[in-house]
């Protein structure tokens, strides 16, 4: 069992910066690679940021420039900093992880991770 803690969604201006936690439990995860994903209110659910276990980065069109994937191994933590806020950014964001190795470069499909969090609110107004 994999427990996925999320923290640090609420309610910001836009042009804010907001910083989302996700610390993971449990059993010991093989070459974790760890994924954001968001879903808005009627749509589908997104990519948003990846950080694979060789150390790659990956990010939306959407959110390059403006958000930060980082991870922090001792404490089996993933973080998204998220800058320059836009309403649109408006959502419930959900981390995500791998265990094992992969050779697929698809870190933008759900069907990629293993174990998900509970998501936490992000609201972002005008």
């Known amino acids: 069992q994999v427990d996925m803690v999320e923290s640090g969604g609420g309610l910001v201006q836009a042009g804010g910066s907001l910083r989302l936690s996700c610390a993971a439990s449990?059993?010991?995860?093989?070459?974790?690679?760890m994924g954001w994903f968001r879903q808005a209110p009627g749509k589908e659910r997104e990519f948003v940021a990846a950080f694979t276990w060789g150390g790659d980065t990956y990010y939306a069109d959407s959110v390059k420039g403006r958000f930060t994937i980082s991870r922090d191994n001792a404490k089996n933590t993933v973080y998204l900093q998220m800058n320059s806020l836009k309403p649109e950014d408006t959502a419930v964001y959900y981390c995500a992880v791998r265990s094992g190795f992969t050779y697929s470069s698809r870190w933008d499909s759900q069907g990629l991770y293993d174990f998900w969090g509970q998501g936490t609110q992000v609201t972002v107004s005008s």
């Open positions: 449990g059993r010991p995860i093989t070459s974790p690679s």
